[in-house]
């Protein structure tokens, strides 16, 4: 049977993959996160964000991948890296790294055909007080919305799980920009938001590949995209992070396909 024919959609148009689909999704998402592993090193003041995004580009062409963000919508670049009061889709360029400096790097490979997706937070020296407050957060409230993640439970619960977790701690979910169903497209039903209410939503169904990379900002939740309509900012200036996984749902979970080689998904503190 014809690749695209295989397995069913919902009534809410999202894709139920096979269990052997697992595979090439674990494959796509190994690169994307060795990848940023090796980031780690590399994020230092004085960097400039071109340089990163030129040896992820490397990377990719040398692991046989393609990158899934050149050509995607005119954007040119293998990486998105949004430093400080950058919330997402920041473009790389010549402006280096300052001591204290953070930043998220996104990065989305193709491998044999499969999306992976994932990004995480990084800092170019010495890290702040409230800047470790920030990404700390954000780390764990993805990993709130991740053990929601199960068959039989709601979108709305993934939501309301990171909602619930960041206002907690008295931060702002970023409204304006969600995770996506992906597999052997990058962009996908669902809309995977990262706040709601608890039984809300499309039902969770095992063999939904997805993202979930909540934003999350320190001050307010409002953003605006700058005039080169890629670079979202926090209308207050206040700083933002995001962590990004792909999953897939399990008959138990959720199983992680972005997980780091090297314990280094949370690469300011290690795990
Ligand atoms: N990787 C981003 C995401 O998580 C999408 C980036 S699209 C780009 O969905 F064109 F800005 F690279
Ligand atoms: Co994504
Ligand atoms: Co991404």
């Known amino acids: 049977m014809k690749d695209e024919h295989r397995g069913r959609v919902t009534k809410d148009g999202i894709r139920i993959y096979e269990q052997g689909d697992f595979a090439g999704m674990h494959k796509a998402g190994e690169l994307a996160a060795l990848i940023l592993d090796e980031m780690c090193e590399r994020v230092v003041p004085g960097a400039s964000t071109a340089e990163l995004d030129d040896y992820i580009r490397g990377r990719v062409e040398e692991a046989g991948a393609k990158s899934a963000t050149i050509g995607y919508r005119g954007y040119q670049h293998a990486s998105c890296i949004s430093v400080n009061h950058v919330v997402c889709h920041g473009i790389p360029g010549p402006k280096t790294l300052k001591d204290g400096d953070i930043l998220n790097i996104d990065v989305t490979v193709i491998v044999d055909g499969w999306f992976g997706d994932s990004s995480r937070m990084y800092v170019a020296g010495k890290l ?10 954000t780390h764990d409230a993805l990993m709130a919305g991740i053990e929601a993640v199960k068959p039989g439970n709601t979108f709305g619960d993934i939501g309301f799980a ?21 597999g052997r497209v990058f962009h996908a039903p669902p809309n995977v938001l990262h706040y709601g209410r608890p039984g809300t939503g499309a039902t969770l169904e095992e063999g939904m590949f997805f993202t979930i990379e909540p934003m999350v900002n320190l001050g307010r939740a409002e953003t605006k995209v700058l005039a080169d309509d890629w670079t979202a900012v926090t209308r207050d200036k206040s700083l933002s992070a995001q962590f990004e996984h792909s999953i897939g749902v399990t008959a138990t979970g959720a199983e992680i396909f972005t997980l780091s080689p090297g314990g280094l998904f949370h690469p300011t503190f290690g795990s």
């Not at 702040?128 to 957060?137: H, T």
């Not at 909602?163 to 931060?171: A, G, K, P, Y």
Request: with cysteine; aromatic share 6%.
């Open 128 to 137: 702040s007080r409230k800047s470790e407050r920030l990404i700390q957060v």
């Open 162 to 182: 990171i909602q619930q977790f960041v206002e907690s701690h008295r931060m702002s979910v970023v409204r304006d920009f969600c995770g996506h169903g992906l």
